[in-house]
């Protein structure tokens, strides 16, 4: 039973090492408008949020933002076949917006296209073995108090996938090795369509309880020495 707890010890290990810096903020698909929009508790801390995108679709996220606060987000795209090109657009949407003009048309100088090259440049996020293609970035300041929303849209006629992360400071505490980072790890498996990893942690897991019977089968089993007689 000891080198079963080491073993999957040290697979929680290699799963959390070394930490990715983003936490994953988990939902329900359902903020698809201003007033169903997932809500970022600390624009400055490091969030990562999963989406799927369908075609002429939009996403919606709020945060409450103060003066002065840096603001950083950006969004990448897991390297996919048929995913090559795809490239949603990011959309800052200020306070001062009133509720009338709060639609999926919003001034230019608010929008913040991919307008780099295809498929994009890659890297590796080594905690869920994923890599992706990044797009687009926002760094810039807050320049007022409210609340601001970010709006995810798909203007060419795209279905696809993404990866919203927001802020920069990474915030984990060691509780999170054992709850939240094995989680991601979980979602990220599924976000990108990778079954086989997922087959093998399940299939870990499931031999424990087999293992754990058969040693206490062989505990119960006598070993009686037989002494032949001349």
Partial sequence: MKKTLIFL???????????????????????????????????????????????????FYSFEGSKGDPFYASIVIPKIAGLEEYAPTMVLVNPNMSNDNKTSTVPNNQKFPYEGNYPGLEFYEPFGQVTYWERQEIETTIPEDGTYFIIVMDERNQDGKYSLAVGTIEDFSGSDFFTILPKAWFDTKLFVGDFFSLGILLAIISAIPIIVIIKRVKKKIPTNKIFLKN
């Avoid at 997932?38 to 490091?46: A, E, M, Q, V, Y």
């Fill in 9 to 59: 010890l040290a697979i929680m290990i290699v799963m959390t090492e070394p930490v990715y810096g983003h936490k994953l903020i988990s939902h329900d698909g359902t903020n698809r408008s201003f007033d169903t929009a997932l809500k970022i508790p600390d624009h400055k801390i490091s969030w990562a949020i999963y989406e799927d995108l369908e075609a002429e679709g939009a996403k």
